[in-house]
């Protein structure tokens, strides 16, 4: 099957039948399956290996923070991309969602169009939101105190990486940083490239976390 590989996971079936409708209507989509708890969601994705993974947070059995956790952990299932679906843009699970692997985060209440962008930008691994949402989002949950939170080590990056992360982290954009460090906006992914192998994260949602986590940039009061 061609296209985006999608995989439903929400325990209301009357959501998972609408969001099916959206996304099967766009022919780069494809709904390959659907899940009503966490453990079958995690059971159904390693059959169906989907691109990008929509899912709820409050769900029985297994709740969608620690599907994600077991889904983004799996070598098997690397290129899955996991979209929360969330009912308010600071929703208590956020910040550990995308702790545990998550790409991001979709409004409940969000457009078609808007669901639809979400699931393609996902894919091509960029943040759901605009970076400076995305900061302010995660802001809103590094100023708890998390002693088990791990802080990333920046012992390997170079100068310019450090750069790049803190400026990531600040919210800016590839076009806003190349601006800033008086570099070409290739360079930049390039730097960003390196830095996610280095740092060992998924996307760029985890490279803002990182930089936070590692004191590069404080939360916004």
Same mark, same amino acid.
């Given at each position: ?115 639809? @962008?979400?699931?393609?930008? %996902?894919?091509? +691994?960029?943040? /759901?939101?605009?970076?400076? =949402?995305? &900061?302010? *989002? $995660? ?21 310019? @990486?450090?750069?790049?992360? %803190?400026?990531? +982290?600040?919210? /800016?954009?590839?076009?806003? =940083?190349? &601006?800033? *460090? $008086? ?32 004191? /590069? ?5």
């Amino acid at each position: 099957m061609s296209g985006i590989r999608v995989l439903l996971v929400d325990d209301q079936a009357l959501l998972r039948h609408s969001l099916a409708m959206i996304i099967d209507n766009e022919p780069d989509l494809a709904v390959v399956g659907e899940a009503g708890d966490g453990a079958h969601a995690v059971a159904c994705a390693r059959t169906t290996r989907p691109d990008v993974i929509l899912m709820d947070v409050r769900m029985p059995h297994l709740d969608g923070l620690k599907a994600t956790r077991r889904i983004c952990a799996d070598p098997a299932l690397s290129a899955a991309r996991v979209l929360v679906l969330s009912m308010f843009e600071l929703d208590e699970y956020v910040y550990e969602a995308l702790h545990a692997g998550a790409s991001g985060f979709l409004l409940k209440d969000s457009r078609p169009d808007e669901l639809i @962008e979400a699931i393609r930008r %996902t894919h091509r +691994g960029e943040s /759901l939101f605009a970076p400076s =949402i995305l &900061t302010r *989002l $995660v802001a809103h949950y590094v100023t708890a105190p998390r002693p088990d939170r791990p802080t990333p080590t920046l012992r390997r990056l170079t100068g310019r @990486e450090v750069e790049v992360l %803190t400026l990531i +982290g600040g919210g /800016l954009s590839n076009d806003e =940083i190349a &601006t800033a *460090l $008086v570099i070409s906006v290739k360079t930049v992914k390039t730097h960003i490239t390196h830095l996610m192998a280095k740092l060992a994260v998924r996307d760029r949602a985890q490279l803002v976390i990182a930089a936070f986590d590692a004191g /590069l940039v404080r939360p916004r009061q």
